[in-house]
């Protein structure tokens, strides 16, 4: 079955700009997590959408946003851009049950400038 | 909250030879717990999970025991190749169903 499809693979935003990303997940799955990576950070959890709900949420500010649709299709949207969130975004999805495996996109690397 | 600990990296290994990567985890409850795999340009593979205390999860020759009493969740491999070269995240999903990944350990693996 198809993986978990991010888009677009690359971006180049200026500061101040906003941004949507999208994440399609693996047929059936309605769990969609996203995740911030970064070489001085790590991986960090930014929301998990879970049957079009916000089920749990990271510790970003407010100009990181998320939603789900009906299909569980994702999408995430930062807004402001700032240089630091220059960063591998990695999306995720699963069941939603605590022992299922996540399956992760390819992840989309956003540069600001 | 919950937390994952690994060695720091990177691990730089001679083909064919034994590998350990430290995990220590603390959260409440009974988490379970994962080891993933990043290659370059890639995004993450699960690699192996254990849910209960003395499971043991094995995949392409990578082994991991769950000791709850030490709260930890090593990786080891009998003989690395080159093409094991990557990233490893060690991780756990608790009660709150959020996944806390570690730092990360890079391995290179020199012919």
């Known amino acids: 079955k198809a993986g978990v499809t991010q888009t677009p693979r690359y971006l180049i935003k200026t500061r101040g700009q906003q941004v949507t990303l999208s994440c399609s997940p693996i047929s059936g799955h309605r769990s969609v997590s996203w995740y911030q990576q970064t070489p001085g950070q790590g991986l960090q959890f930014l929301f998990e959408?879970?049957?079009?709900?916000?089920?749990n949420k990271g510790n970003f500010p407010g100009r990181f946003s998320g939603r789900q649709f009906s299909n569980s299709r994702s999408e995430m949207n930062v807004s402001t851009l700032e240089l630091g969130d220059s960063a591998l975004y990695l999306c995720a999805s699963s069941g939603g049950d605590r022992d299922t495996e996540a399956f992760f996109g390819q992840g989309t690397r956003l540069t600001v400038v | 909250g919950n937390s994952v600990t690994q060695m720091e990296g990177p691990v730089t290994l001679s083909e064919e030879a034994f590998l350990t990567i430290n995990c220590t985890y603390t959260a409440t409850g009974y988490p379970s717990l994962f080891w993933y795999v990043q290659y370059p340009g890639e995004g993450l593979q699960l690699l192996l999970k254990a849910t209960k205390a003395d499971d043991k999860g094995s995949n392409k020759g990578f082994e991991a025991t769950y000791r709850k009493e030490t709260t930890s969740f090593h990786l080891e491999k009998g003989s690395v190749q080159v093409s094991d070269s990557a990233v490893y995240f060690c991780?756990?999903?608790?009660?709150?169903?959020?996944?806390?990944f570690g730092r990360g350990t890079s391995l290179i693996v020199h012919p």
């Open positions: 959408y879970f049957s079009e709900t916000q089920r």
């Open positions: 991780a756990l999903i608790g009660g709150s169903y959020i996944p806390t």
